[in-house]
Structure formats: structure tokens, C-alpha cells
């Protein structure tokens, strides 16, 4: 289960101070893993927060970093290359060394998966080596600077638009990368390898999962990830790859041991953040574990459910187990009931029947289908006794909320 997520710094290849996190799972670690971001990405893109917390689940921590000149690293961009990548790795991986425990695992997206692939033979320790979306070749990405290469071998130097965002690309950039060749690192892997790779990938095609798992000597594995995007922008995606790695990396970390959770008494709930987002929340209800967030639109990683959403989701709930209750109590022929649920902010001079005429009010829209042979009679009284679950009395009673802090 994911414990916590922790800021914490380490100098880089250049000696700059490179941010980064470090994702916990709630006991002791089985085994730490070092993450490497895509191209000009940084630590909490979705993907690399969604995989780690997904690995600290599984109660594997996950080193998380901003490269140099990247997201909140210090440096320069600019003077920052291919080669410069692969040290940062390395240094990363001395810094769990030092620090915790060397990293069994190591995974790329992208361009960093490229990198990892040329660092793990500089970590005797790394078991595994999992690439998602990654090229083959380094100098794939050469691709992006196409319309300004002439500028930049002219001048040293260009300005390139990449994912909405400028960024300087100097000439000892390009030179660096067209002298980075993976075949040899590959060849000489000595660890497990998996390859994650979408067919469909606009970006880095699929060609480049087939060389970099051609050229790798057993074991290896190449999971296809379907209609997915180069960045693994849609949850599902990103979920996906977290628990397929998860369970591929088990083979190679040892068992895993299962940490007890914390108890919480019966009619508590104990929410708690994760630090893998700006609102991702951790939500034990007993054995339950869920998560809460907000949508990618609202600042969040859209990794769970939002408040409201799981208030709906309790009067969903209390509606339709009433429904089946009373069902059962008078022998109707109730074969199923669906609860459809939207909540909105309307104003209250829209409500006729409502005591408060001005400002906003909540709204809260509930359809209910219900399937079998029912008259309109059992049907009318089965909406009436909708009314009447407990989370919808307790919605519009009184309610009293008593604050305190923990003590």
C-alpha cells in the first residue's frame, strides 16, 4: 500500500541540485526503483506519478527526478545533453545507495528509457530493466528539431517549440546524441528486461520496441499497450503499465511482504494525502483502500474519484441497496436497479420548491431504472422508499461536523 511521497535533492552530473521524489510504500521497502522521465518532461507527469505510486503499492519505492534544467531541478537546459541524462541516472542511483538501498529496478519513459538502458550496466545492483514508449536510438529525437537544424548547425543554437513549451537546443546536443549507439549496451544487459511499447505510437514508432527487443538476450518480455499515447495520458494506460510492472518485477525483487495496515475501527474512515499529486488522497475504510483525486482539469492526476464523486457514489449506493431490501421484504419482482447520479450548482430562484430563494444551491439529479416485472404501483412506491435510505435522510437532515486536531 502507498505510504507517502517525500521531496528530497540530489547533485547532479553538472553539480546542480536535481529535485526529486521518493514514493513509499506504507512498511518497510522490498526493493527501491529508479524512474526516468520522457523528453523534456518532468517527475510528476502523470505517467511517472501514476507507475511509482502503482510500484509503491506493490511496496516498492520509487526514485522519481527532474533531470537537469527540467521541472524544479537547478541548471541550464540549454547545455544539458543525451550523455548528461545517462550521468544524472547514475548519480541518481548513488543517492539511493547512499542514502536507502541501491536500486533493483530501473525504468525509462521514452527518452529515458533510452537512458536507462545505457546506465544499467553502471548499476550492478538493478535485478530489472523495464522501457516504455522508449527509441532505440537516441538520436530519434533529432526528429523534433528538423525545421531548425540548419539554424542550429549555423548558429550553434535554436529555439525549438516542443510540447507547447520553448526550449534551447545548442549543436553539442545533436552531436551528442548521433554518437549514442544502444546495440552495445543492450548486447551486454545482464538483467531482465520488459518493453512496453504502442503500436499506434505517433511519436516513437513501434520499430523501435522490435530493435531494442531483438538486440536484448533473455530474459525479456514486450507488453503492447494497444491504442495508447506516447505519454500515457489516459489513465487507464498508465494504470495498466503500473500493475503489469508490478507483478512482472516481483520475479526478480524477491517476495513481497505484506505490510499489516494500520487498523481503523469500524465507522471510521481515515484519509491521508500520498504526496504523488497535488490532491491525491489515500482512503481506508477498514481492509478497503481507495483513492481520491480531482481531474486533470482541476490540477489533479484524475487517479481516483473526486469528493463529490464518492458522495454520489454513497447515495448511489444507499438508494439501491433500500430498493433491493424493501424488495425482498414484500416479495417484489425486482431483477435489478441502476442509479444514475449527476451533481450541480444551480441557482435557487430555479427551485420552486426550495426555502432558500437566493444565492446557489446544490443540486443533486438521480435516475433510477429498475428491471423486472413490476406494476406501476410497486414501481411508483419503490421511488418513494428511494427517499427513504439513510444516506439520503442524513443528506437532507441537520448535520452537525465536529473539527478538532489530532491530539
Known amino acids: 500500500m502507498t505510504g507517502k511521497s517525500v521531496k528530497v535533492t540530489f547533485i547532479g552530473s553538472g553539480g546542480e541540485n536535481l529535485a526529486a521524489r521518493l514514493d513509499l510504500p506504507q512498511g518497510p521497502p522490498r526493493a527501491f526503483a529508479l524512474f526516468a522521465h520522457c523528453f523534456t518532461c ?3 507527469v502523470f505517467a511517472a506519478a501514476r507507475i511509482a505510486g502503482g510500484l509503491a503499492e506493490r511496496g516498492i519505492a520509487v526514485l522519481r527526478f527532474d533531470f537537469t534544467g527540467l521541472g524544479a531541478s537547478d541548471g541550464d537546459f540549454a547545455n544539458t545533453n543525451f550523455s548528461s541524462n545517462v550521468e544524472d541516472l547514475v548519480r541518481a542511483a548513488d543517492f539511493l545507495r547512499d542514502s536507502y538501498e541501491a536500486p533493483k529496478l530501473l525504468i525509462g519513459h521514452s527518452l529515458g528509457g533510452a537512458a536507462v538502458l545505457a546506465a544499467a550496466g553502471r ?42 513549451r520553448p526550449f534551447r537546443i545548442k549543436k553539442q546536443f545533436l552531436e551528442d546524441i548521433e554518437t549514442q549507439k544502444l546495440d552495445a549496451a543492450l548486447a551486454g544487459l545482464r538483467k531482465a528486461l520488459m518493453v512496453f511499447h504502442a503500436p499506434r505510437d505517433a511519436t516513437v514508432g513501434i520499430d523501435n520496441a522490435s530493435r531494442i527487443f531483438l538486440a536484448a538476450k533473455h530474459p525479456k518480455s514486450f507488453v503492447s499497450l494497444d491504442d495508447a499515447d506516447h505519454l500515457l495520458s489516459r489513465k487507464s494506460d498508465a494504470i495498466y503499465v503500473a500493475e503489469v510492472l508490478a507483478a512482472w518485477a516481483d520475479r ?17 474512515v481515515v484519509v491521508e494525502e500520498t504526496g504523488e499529486g497535488k490532491f491525491t488522497q489515500r482512503v481506508a475504510v477498514g481492509a478497503h483502500v481507495l483513492r481520491a483525486d480531482e481531474p486533470q482539469s482541476a490540477g489533479g492526476l484524475d487517479s481516483g474519484p473526486s469528493p463529490y464523486d464518492f458522495l454520489l457514489a454513497g447515495l448511489g449506493a444507499c438508494t439501491s441497496m433500500t430498493l433491493r431490501l424493501y424488495a425482498e421484504r414484500k416479495g417484489l419482482a425486482l431483477e435489478k436497479t441502476r442509479v444514475t447520479l449527476s451533481h450541480a450548482r444551480i441557482h435557487a430562484e430555479d427551485c420552486a420548491t426550495c426555502e432558500t430563494k437566493e444565492g446557489k444551491i446544490d443540486r443533486i439529479e438521480r435516475v433510477i431504472e429498475m428491471t423486472g416485472d413490476l406494476s406501476a404501483e410497486e414501481r411508483r412506491r419503490l421511488l418513494e422508499i428511494a427517499d427513504k435510505c439513510p444516506v439520503h435522510r442524513t443528506l437532507r437532515s441537520e448535520i452537525l461536523i465536529d473539527t478538532a486536531e489530532a491530539g
Do not use: S
Open 42 to 44: 518532468n517527475k510528476d
Open 252 to 268: 526478480y525483487l524477491g517476495e513481497a511482504e505484506t505490510a499489516p495496515a494500520p487498523p481503523v475501527p469500524a465507522g471510521r
Open 123 to 164: 548499476v550492478p545492483e538493478a535485478q530489472a530493466v523495464a522501457t516504455i514508449a522508449a527509441p532505440a536510438d537516441p538520436a530519434h529525437v533529432a526528429a523534433h528539431f528538423t525545421e531548425v537544424r540548419a539554424e542550429i548547425e549555423a548558429a550553434g543554437e535554436a529555439e525549438v517549440l516542443l510540447v507547447g
